[in-house]
């Protein structure tokens, strides 16, 4: 039987809100990493994002105020803390560290050999120039990275996390997240009979959304323990968990990957077909993106060493994003007499191409 989800409202202190004060000067080695920055220089602060449910205490851009020098000047501060989990029920973090949503996990991946070692040539994670303890929280302070990334960049990324996932792909450490997929469905309380009776099926089919789709929803799985089952059998690698085009960037010609929440065990090949479903836009092709990013992943893969099958690998990359974003369609029906024509179309060839893949 599978087993509940920790009561999140259990040995939790309180929690408190979003965007709390900062340190008037950042750390020492923050100030090394901005070019050597004098504790004494101004610094001027910029809310990242908005006051809502996010799982985390705040994001703030941190900019030294000052003229000349070479190197950063900026860094991001992203704070965490058993004070600040969020309030979304999927994507609230968790106080037990053997929940996939832990929120200690990303300090621990920025402490550990896994965020500056095994990476090809010109990708990397993003830098920590700090893990800052201070009044009951837990602050990253992060290099700033431009985002979102571009196709080519997204190719650059997926070949680099293809030798990191075989550089480690024995590591031992303990704190990694485990059934993050079987899990996260849970939490998105899916129910198909209810999806397929929402009211705004025929519109959505009049503005472009294949029929299909009800029959892939009569056959979504969203019982965690078959979804495990599936995956079981599938070869399991260091994975991301949110690989998207907000989370990965560039810093000079070094393409950088940001936002390790939730990494863990997962199955190969899922994070890239996740950053593939997540980057299609208007007016390009979800097969042609999915095509070119496996592709650019199952070679890395077998130049980093990967003695696996490929297809496999390409059957992986199908079977986890099937079971992880069976969502997407719900998503899509509450927002059909919400978005302009051109982002619906965007949206329906996605899920078009999504029941292809089912």
């Given amino acids: 039987m599978d087993a509940p989800d920790h009561d999140p409202r259990l040995a939790e202190p309180p929690q408190r ?3 709390g004060p900062l340190r008037s000067s950042p750390p020492e080695q923050v100030l090394e990493g901005l070019s050597g920055a004098a504790s004494d220089t101004g610094w001027v602060v910029e809310r990242f994002g908005h006051d809502s449910g996010f ?7 941190v900019t030294a105020d000052r003229a000349g020098g070479s190197g950063p ?4 501060v992203k704070r965490t803390g058993a004070g600040y989990l969020g309030t979304s029920d999927v994507w609230r973090c968790q106080v037990a560290p053997e929940d996939p949503q832990w929120w200690g996990r990303e300090a621990a991946f920025y402490d550990s050999d896994l965020a500056t070692s095994g990476w090809g040539a010109g990708v990397r994670a993003a830098r920590c120039y700090a893990i800052d303890d201070h009044d009951e929280c837990r602050d990253l302070w992060l290099e700033s990275v431009d ?8 190719e650059r990324a997926v070949r680099g996390l293809a030798h990191w996932q075989v550089a480690h792909i ?3 450490h303990s704190w990694l997240s ?8 849970r939490r998105r309380g899916l129910d198909n009979e209810r999806t397929l009776a929402h009211p705004a099926w025929p519109i959505a089919i009049e503005r ?3 029929p299909a789709l009800r029959d892939l929803v009569a056959a979504r799985v969203t019982d965690p323990i078959r979804i495990r089952h599936q995956l079981r059998d599938l070869p399991r690698v260091l994975t991301h968990y949110d690989f998207h085009q907000s989370n990965i960037g560039t810093v000079g010609e070094e393409v950088v990957i940001i936002d390790w929440a939730y990494v863990g065990w997962g199955p190969v090949g899922h994070d890239v077909g996740h950053l593939a479903l997540d980057s299609v836009g208007p007016g390009t092709s979800p097969s042609e993106i999915w095509r070119a990013l496996r592709s650019a992943y199952c070679d890395a ?4 060493g990967w003695n696996g099958d490929l297809d496999v690998v390409r059957r992986s990359m199908v079977t986890s994003n099937v079971l992880r974003l069976g969502w997407t369609i719900d998503h899509v029906l509450s927002v059909v007499d919400q978005v302009p024509d051109d982002v619906f179309a965007a949206m329906a060839a996605r899920l078009n191409f999504f029941a292809d893949l089912h």
Wanted: with cysteine; proline share 12%.
């Fill in 73 to 76: 000047r900026s860094a991001w």
């Fill in 178 to 185: 485990d059934d993050w997929i079987p899990t996260h469905v």
């Fill in 301 to 304: 893969l077998t130049a980093a």
């Fill in 55 to 61: 799982p985390n205490g705040g994001i703030w851009t």
């Fill in 208 to 210: 472009g959304l294949d």
């Fill in 17 to 19: 809100p979003r965007f």
């Fill in 170 to 172: 024995d590591t031992k």
């Fill in 147 to 154: 985002v979102p990334a571009d196709l080519p960049v997204c």
